[in-house]
């Protein structure tokens, strides 16, 4: 079984993104990055900007994240 190849740019503090996994698309702005999980996998805390959304800032998983275009839309 081949693995997908991570095709996300590296995030950076003050990058937005929103969630790839969710049904609403919450957007929010990249933290800080905070290493790697058990798994392998990149993670960074996020600061969603939905005043409902808890835990606010999250630690997420990089690749469960799309990159927001100077636009507003997801690339």
């Not at 079984?1 to 969710?22: C, E, N, Y």
């Amino acid at each position: 079984m081949f693995r997908r190849a991570d095709v996300l740019p590296r995030l950076k503090p003050g990058d937005q993104v929103i969630r790839r996994h969710r049904l609403l698309k919450t957007q929010g702005t990249v933290l800080r990055f905070d290493g790697v999980d058990a798994n392998r996998a990149s993670r960074v805390w996020v600061r969603w900007s939905h005043p409902t959304t808890l835990p606010n800032p999250s630690l997420e998983r990089v690749d469960e994240l799309e990159l927001v275009d100077g636009s507003g839309l997801a690339d």
